[in-house]
């Protein structure tokens, strides 16, 4: 098993048993402190209803009330490298004029993308999904009043398409509105929910739906969201959700909020078409904490692998005595550094509980360990074992199979000026998918530098420099950084996953 399987299975993360809708679209750190992110209160005090004999509210207006003054409108500015040639081929990137193919006009064309978000604390930390805020050079965030402020990028978690920003300005209000989390464990199928955002650049609209089904995995996030470990767990809903809602808030019929919606089961157009999906609010939160008190997201590993869920036939192959559960075959590639083994689990045991909690399925052992969790954290956890159940204290690890803290890793990105780009190291799913051991990925391309002159795309994974294997952005930095005269580069187009060559002078 490679490293990036090891990884992904250590964190109890592997959604195989998951759907996958294919019609499923997204919807279109400075210093750390710590910021205390509120609870809701589970009594409701506060929202008083009318219910009636089929239990529904008699009237969704103080949810609406209490939610649309705490969600925002995000305007983002993203950058795209536009050709005026377009040619069917991947060779069109690579036009040289010592080769025939003349020089080209690229144009660099400012869009704008836009999206929701929820503000979760006084002095305006936001809370949006990452595929709204990640690629955006300037943040514009409109209050519900219509007041415009400028936002910074706190941190992004690419793992749940969950990120927080921060307004920013002078006049910016002392005690903004904000929306308290509610525990998303409580929420039953069948309950109502209202989804609040801005869909179409449409100012904050309010829909009503149930909750559908929970800890779903759509399979929509992994490469798309530059994922490693995609950890999916949603909420899934009939409330109305269109692109633009991105980022904004799944409440529950008090107002609280339950999650942030994400995605949409949509046709062609990508527009809603029956179900949505939002990320549960108690991931949510965990996210957001540890953006805001460490810069990264801290996740506990079981350091378990081979997982499979239980079912008649999987109980007779392997002559368990559970119905139920999750079976692990495998204490990972290194067993001794895995929290299960530490703590006396066995191999082909049968995981049916988590802190109490039932686990059925992947996506929910996902969510109760490394989405909840981070190293050093005790979990309890329940087995099956012939027969008998069976509660183990697990003490969660990190990676590196310890149980501390995991600090910020240090920035790959290296801009080369001789080359006019932005290189970054390719993650462990494109050395997988590509099936390479190592490489420079083109992450921007500069305006007027010699790789906008080539149409370079981003994306563009450097595999080798003249007679040089690249292993990592720093070593392909290090090679063009003051180069001059004739360089050959080798790469991998993204989008066909085809080798290319790109031959030119620097100057």
């Known amino acids: 098993m490679n490293n990036s399987n090891w990884k992904s299975l ?42 009636n004999m089929a239990g529904i509210p008699g009237d969704f207006v103080a949810a609406a009330d209490k939610s649309t003054p705490a969600v925002v409108h ?27 193919g003349g020089r080209r006009q690229p144009q660099r064309q400012e869009g704008m993308a836009s999206g929701s978000g929820v503000i979760i604390s006084p002095d305006g930390y936001i809370v949006t ?8 050079s300037e943040l514009e965030v409109v ?19 969950i990120a927080v920003i921060q307004l920013q300005g002078e006049k910016l209000p002392a005690n903004l509105p904000y929306l308290p989390f509610a525990n998303s464990d409580d929420i039953k199928v069948g309950e109502w929910v209202l989804a609040v955002g801005n869909p179409f650049d449409l100012e904050s609209t309010v829909t009503a739906g149930i909750v559908s089904a929970k800890g779903r995995s759509i399979g929509i996030l992994g490469d798309r969201e530059k994922a490693q470990s995609p950890i999916e767990a949603f909420i ?28 949409i089961a949509g046709g062609q157009t990508g527009t809603y078409v029956g179900y949505s999906f939002a990320v549960p609010s108690n991931l949510v939160k965990k996210v957001a ?107 969660l690890k990190n990676m590196d199979g310890s149980t501390g803290i995991v600090k910020s890793p240090v920035s790959s990105l290296v ?19 590509f099936r390479i051991n190592g490489g420079a990925k083109v992450v921007e391309v500069l305006p007027d530098g010699w790789m906008e002159y080539q149409e370079v795309p981003v994306g563009f994974i450097i595999t080798k420099i003249d007679d040089t294997v690249i292993k990592d952005a720093k070593q392909a930095g290090d090679l063009l950084a003051n180069r001059r005269g004739r360089v050959r580069i080798i790469g991998i187009d993204p989008s066909s996953g085809q080798q290319y060559r790109l031959e030119g002078t620097l100057r």
């Open 236 to 263: 899934q809903t009939d409330a109305a959700v269109n692109p633009g809602n991105s980022g904004g808030a799944l409440v529950n019929s008090r107002g609280d909020l339950i999650g942030i919606n994400t995605a």
């Open 10 to 51: 250590a964190l109890v993360g592997v959604l195989s048993s998951g759907i996958t809708l294919g019609g499923a679209h997204l919807l279109g750190l400075g210093s750390q402190r710590d910021v205390v992110l509120t609870e809701a209160n589970a009594s409701g005090a506060g929202a008083k209803f009318t219910t």
């Open 143 to 161: 209050l519900s009043d219509k007041r415009k402020f400028k936002a910074k990028l706190v941190g992004t978690d690419p793992n749940t398409d």
């Open 415 to 433: 801009q080369v000026e001789s080359v006019g780009a932005k290189l970054d190291n390719v993650t462990n799913n494109e050395k997988s998918k």
């Open 129 to 136: 999904n990452n595929h709204v805020v990640a690629d955006a």
């Open 289 to 395: 904490s540890d953006l805001l008190k460490y810069g990264n997201v801290q996740r506990g590993y079981l350091g378990i692998s081979q997982m499979q869920v239980v079912d008649d036939k999987l109980a007779s192959q392997k002559d368990l005595k559970a119905t139920s559960g999750i079976y692990f075959g495998s204490f990972g590639e290194n067993p001794n550094a895995s929290a299960a083994k530490a703590a006396g689990l066995k191999i082909g045991d049968v995981i049916v509980k988590v802190d109490g909690k039932d686990v059925n399925d992947l996506p929910r052992l996902v969510e109760l360990v490394g989405a909840q969790h981070k190293p050093g954290d005790v979990v309890v956890v329940t087995v099956n074992r012939d027969g008998q159940l069976k509660d183990f204290n697990v003490t």
């Open 74 to 100: 995000i305007k983002s500015k993203v950058v795209r490298q536009v050709s005026q040639r377009q040619m069917p081929s991947i060779f069109d990137f690579f036009g040289d004029e010592d080769f025939g």
